[in-house]
Structure formats: structure tokens, C-alpha cells
């Protein structure tokens, strides 16, 4: 792969990996070429996994009929799935397993074979994690798939290697929303590798980067539903991996034309490369937070130790008034007109009191707070709108944020919060602190 990135995009892929038009040149690499390429690289896994299962043979003493049986093991012709990461139990490794008579059905059909390679270890305290290795293990050892599923042992960088670069499909299953990032899908799709996944970690934002109308880059398994039911969850989502197994992964792998090249797979691989690869690089994440934290940062560290550090100053007694006096602000929602239902894009005005104490309106901000209303009377992603002081009544300020438009149908919420504002303070949430209003409302909108 090295050497068609070479050939085909030039070596600054190497020194400029975050540059989206290299990646983009992903396009001229012949299909041939590309496919032989993977193959030659699928072959070399699936050998490098035969000679590691003798290994392990050897190593538990077992009768040399079964370790000369381990070499017609796998098939390098076969669509092979790699699954290596470590086994805690949120990343659920045996959710594959979960209806055995169709996943033998999967592994042994005979026009389109399908092979599985497991690596990985658990942590030495994971019983549990231990225990899904156990049951992988005791799956393998039956003669239904014997000969379409492997698992590697001492899991290291060598292993790695090889799966990331030889497999065709990349497996990740975890448990939403529990995955951290998921970096061994981005290494496998730098190798030309098809990520298929629960929409979770790295996979969750790749997924929504990618353009709805480019090809496809890989497979969601589910739309990022959770259930409170974990039995359920799981079934639902090994049901929505199975049928994207054999309604869209398998049919695409082995649809071959007389060349005997997958064009449409060849397709989705270039797709995956450059859609994903020079966005998910450490190059571009250090740029990322160079360009929108770090300068940033540093910009305002000088800013606050001009003068003496004069500003800083100001704003360490700022910090001090706003905590003693936070105690005692209040806000309430006011009164909103409202029809029993209203229909989408009407404008609405919405009121806040605020009592804010000690403080003056330039030290705070005031929000609205509005969304759809979930099943347990939450208020769901929702979104804030600046509220703006009208008049003074007594101690109390009233706010309002008028002609908020109705963006969606359903029961939909809205609350009002106080937050401390300063203009060199970097971070609304910095300080701590935040108030919200004694309740929140909701009404009913229609299309």
C-alpha cells in the first residue's frame, strides 16, 4: 500500500497526511491494482494466522493430526473479518455469536465464504472480559467453525499488523455510548480496510461527516438507539449485523465481473480512504487543537499579563464578587401565551425573571434552553438562545427572547438559565457556576 500511495498520490501523503485533495488522488490508483494488492495481503494473514494456530497447538500439546488439520484453516480467498482489541465486555467481541444456526449459515456459504479472525486480550482483573475470550474459544473448537474462525493469542503489535492490513472488514461493537475512540478502525482504513460498526467512538463521527449522496465509506449496524434493556439492545443490534452480512457486505464482496474484480467493493474501499484517512490522523487532530485551542490560549495569556497582568487581576475580583453573590440570584420562568398547539415556524416570544442579587445584568447571561421532550420528560439536545434584558421591576429583571421560531413537531420543552459572563473569561462553564429555572414548560407543535 505503501508503494501505490507512492505511485499514485505521491510521497506527501506521508509528510501531509491532513490534506484532503492527497487523499482524494486515491481515485487513479488502478482497481487491479489496488484489489492485487489487497489479496496478496490477504493471503499473507491468512498464513500468518495458520502458523500462529499451529503455535498455539504445539503449545497446548494436542495430537499432531489436529495441528496438520490447522492448515487447511481459513480460506485466502474467503471475506474475511478481523475483530483484535481488548476484551472488556462493553465492546461486546461474542455479540457475533449471538444466533448460532445463522451465523453457521453466514461462515459456510458455499458461493460466498465467510471468515472471522479473533485477537485480543483482557485486562489481568477483567474476569468477565476473560470469559468472552473463553466462550470464542469453545465456539471455535466445534466442526461447524473449526475452519471459518481463529483466535490469536498474545495479542501485540506483529498481530496488529497483520489483521489491520489483510482483513477486508473491519468489526467494532460496542456498546453506545461507551467506546473511547476506536483507533484500530482508522489504522485498518488507511489500509483500504471497511470499517462495519455500531455507531459509537471514532465511528459515530465518521459516520456523520460522510456525505449523504458520496459512496458509502463502510456500514452502521443500527442509527445509535439505546434500550435500557441490555439483552434487548444486543439482540436488536446482532439482528442489524447479521442482515447487513448477507443483504449488503457478502453480495458486494463477491459480485465479480469476468476479471474476477469486485468493482463496487473497489469502489467503497476508495471511498473509505479518502473521505476518512486525512481527517482522522494525528496530524489533523494536533493542527485541531493548535489552531482552536492552544493559539487561542496563548493569545489571551498575553492578553491578561499586559500592564502588570492588570486584567488578570480584574478578573481574579471578578471571579471572587460573582462566587460570594451567586448564592442569592433567582430565575423563574414568565407566563407564555400559548395555544394548546401551535404549528411549526410560528414565532414565539419567551420571558425570564431574573433576581439578580448583588450582580448587574453585564455580569451575566441569560438563556433559553429548547428542545423535543423525550419519553422521560427531558429536554433532548436541546439548543440556547441569548435572552435579553427589557425592563427593571423592583430587584428583578425581566428577559426575553422574542420571535423564536417552532422547528419541530411534537411535544417540545423550553427553560431558561444564568450563566456569569465576563469578556475575558474563556469558557462560559469555567467558573463553575449556573442556574437554572425552577421548572421547565413544554407544548405541543404540529407540521
Same mark, same amino acid.
Given at each position: ?44 494473514l491468512?498464513?500468518? $494466522?495458520?502458523? %500462529?494456530?499451529? #503455535? ?8 499432531? @493430526?489436529? /495441528?496438520?488439520?490447522? &492448515? ?6 474467503a ?42 486480550? $483482557?485486562?489481568? %482483573?477483567?474476569? #468477565? ?8 474459544? @469453545?465456539? /471455535?473448537r466445534?466442526? &461447524?467453525?473449526?475452519?471459518?474462525m481463529?483466535?490469536?493469542?498474545d ?11 489483510g ?15 476506536g483507533?484500530?478502525?482508522?489504522k485498518?482504513?488507511a ?56 443483504h ?44 482552536r ?6 493569545a ?12 488578570a487581576k ?8 460573582v ?29 425570564a425573571?431574573?433576581?439578580?442579587g ?14 423535543r421532550?423525550n419519553a ?28 423564536v ?43
Amino acid at each position: 500500500m505503501n508503494q501505490l500511495y507512492d505511485r499514485y498520490m505521491g510521497p506527501s501523503w506521508r509528510e501531509q497526511p491532513a490534506e484532503s485533495a492527497i487523499w482524494s488522488r486515491v481515485q487513479s490508483i488502478p482497481a487491479e491494482e489496488l484489489w492485487r494488492t489487497h489479496e496478496r495481503r490477504r493471503e499473507r494473514l491468512v498464513a500468518f $494466522a495458520r502458523k %500462529r494456530l499451529q #503455535a498455539q497447538l504445539r503449545h497446548r500439546g494436542v495430537p499432531k @493430526s489436529e /495441528i496438520d488439520a490447522s &492448515e487447511e484453516v481459513l480460506d485466502p480467498n474467503a471475506l474475511t473479518i478481523g475483530f483484535a482489541r481488548r476484551f472488556a465486555t462493553y465492546k461486546r467481541a461474542t455479540l457475533f455469536l449471538k444466533d448460532r444456526e445463522r451465523l453457521k449459515r453466514i461462515l459456510n456459504n458455499p458461493g460466498q465464504p465467510v471468515q472471522i479472525i479473533f485477537a485480543g486480550k $483482557a485486562h489481568p %482483573r477483567d474476569d #468477565a472480559g476473560k470469559e468472552l475470550i473463553r466462550q470464542i474459544a @469453545s465456539v /471455535i473448537r466445534e466442526p &461447524e467453525y473449526r475452519r471459518r474462525m481463529v483466535f490469536i493469542e498474545d495479542y501485540e503489535m506483529s498481530v496488529t499488523r497483520y489483521l489491520v492490513q489483510g482483513a477486508d472488514v473491519w468489526l467494532n461493537t460496542p456498546l453506545r455510548p461507551l467506546e473511547a475512540s476506536g483507533t484500530s478502525g482508522m489504522k485498518a482504513v488507511a489500509n483500504g480496510v471497511i470499517s462495519l460498526s455500531t455507531l459509537d467512538g471514532w465511528w459515530d463521527e465518521a459516520w456523520r461527516l460522510t456525505d449523504a449522496d458520496a459512496s458509502p465509506v463502510g456500514w452502521a449496524i443500527g442509527r445509535g438507539e439505546t434500550y435500557d434493556n441490555r439483552e434487548y439492545q444486543d439482540q436488536l443490534e446482532a439482528d442489524a449485523l447479521y442482515e447487513l452480512l448477507e443483504h449488503d457486505v457478502m453480495p458486494k464482496f463477491f459480485d465479480r465481473r469476468s476479471d474476477g474484480i469486485p468493482r463496487e467493493w473497489i469502489k467503497q474501499m476508495k471511498a473509505s480512504i479518502g473521505t476518512l484517512c486525512h481527517f482522522f490522523n494525528t496530524h489533523r487532530m494536533v493542527r485541531e487543537y493548535t489552531e482552536r485551542f492552544y493559539l487561542n490560549a496563548h493569545a489571551l495569556h498575553r492578553q491578561l499579563l499586559a500592564d502588570g497582568a492588570s486584567r488578570a487581576k480584574a478578573l481574579a475580583d471578578w471571579k471572587a464578587r460573582v462566587r460570594k453573590a451567586w448564592p442569592g440570584i433567582r430565575i423563574s420562568l414568565l407566563e407564555v401565551s400559548l395555544p394548546k398547539a401551535i404549528s411549526v415556524g410560528e414565532l414565539i416570544t419567551y420571558r425570564a425573571r431574573v433576581d439578580s442579587g448583588a450582580l448587574k445584568p453585564e455580569d451575566l447571561v441569560v438563556e433559553l434552553c429548547l428542545g423535543r421532550v423525550n419519553a422521560s420528560g427531558e429536554i433532548e439536545e436541546p439548543i440556547s438562545i441569548a435572552m435579553r434584558p427589557v425592563k427593571k421591576e423592583g430587584d428583578s429583571y425581566v428577559y426575553e427572547a422574542t420571535e423564536v421560531p417552532c422547528t419541530g413537531s411534537g411535544l417540545n420543552g423550553y427553560t431558561a438559565r444564568v450563566l456569569p459572563h465576563h469578556p475575558d473569561l474563556h469558557g462560559r462553564f469555567l467558573p463553575g457556576l449556573i442556574h437554572w429555572a425552577d421548572a421547565k414548560s413544554s407544548v405541543s407543535s404540529s407540521s
